[in-house]
């Protein structure tokens, strides 16, 4: 613009405009890519949720369909307010054990497994396992504490109540044919073999009655039954002498597996 001048030249509000342009379409351009990966997350985020809800799913009827489960989860059971879909209209199909995504952007796979197992982790167990670990699991005399006295250590370390089995394990394994009020943590580990169980109940062994068990990093459910099909405890007494085969053989006698489980 010429000095002392009243107005823009033509030249110059075309190079403005030019300008202004340019500078709309990058950040077009900017908020179309954020609104990509932000798709791209939700649709992996909605398909994750499909293959845990899934495994759950199998809990109550191990013939449930992975396609089925995914074209109309209702049929199942009540377990969305809204049916997860992809934001990007992409469409949702089971290969071999994965949900993908038919939108091509959305290429990263979600495993939903077969079913068989499926892995859990437990922050409740977790915290059981490091009080246990600082616990003198040896008596004045130099003798292993039996297990009620490591139980009754272990309350003691963990604030004088053990740590209670998220409801998600519970249901994962159960579904909803667990009708007790809660289940927590406690401890045999007085031979080769260390064990969590899991029972009601608010003594130290819980009677050595479970109805979830760990060992060697693998979480076991009773597959007892009362006569009206409801679930019972299965026992855990002599567990912690086992090892090996006898040790597969007597959780096999009373336990299912449910699957590996992380801590």
């Not at 954020?34 to 199998?58: G, H, N, S, V, W």
């Not at 009620?148 to 909803?176: C, H, R, S, T």
Request: aromatic share 8%.
């Amino acid at each position: 613009m010429q000095r002392g001048s009243k107005g823009f030249t033509l030249v110059e509000l075309i190079v403005v405009i030019a300008i202004l342009s340019v500078l709309l379409g990058m950040a077009v351009l900017r908020i179309a890519s954020a609104r990509e990966d932000a798709d791209k997350k939700a649709c992996y985020t909605d398909r994750a949720l499909i293959a845990r809800t899934y495994q759950l799913a199998l809990i109550k009827n191990s013939s449930t369909s992975l396609q089925n489960f995914i074209d109309d989860p209702a049929i199942y059971g009540t377990y969305y307010s809204v049916k997860p879909t992809c934001p990007a209209g992409g469409t949702y199909t089971a290969i071999n054990g994965k949900i993908v995504c038919s939108h091509p952007e959305h290429d990263n796979e979600v495993s939903a497994g077969s079913g068989t197992t499926v892995e859990v982790t437990s922050n409740s167990l977790i915290l059981t396992i490091k009080a246990l670990a600082s616990i003198d699991k040896y008596n004045k005399n130099g003798n292993p504490l039996d297990g009620q006295k490591l139980n009754e250590e272990l309350k003691e370390k963990l604030g004088d109540a053990f740590l209670p089995v998220e409801d998600y394990i519970i249901e994962m394994a159960f579904g909803d044919k667990y009708k007790g009020s809660g289940l927590t943590w406690r401890t045999d580990s007085a031979g080769p073999t260390t064990i969590y169980f899991a029972g009601d109940g608010s003594s130290n062994h819980s009677n050595w009655a479970a109805y979830l068990v760990v060992v060697d990093g693998v979480l076991y459910k009773t597959k007892l039954t009362e006569g009206n099909g409801s679930i019972r405890t299965a026992g855990v007494a002599q567990l912690y002498q086992k090892t090996g085969t006898s040790l597969q053989e007597a959780l096999a006698k009373d336990f299912t597996v449910v699957g590996p489980i992380d801590y």
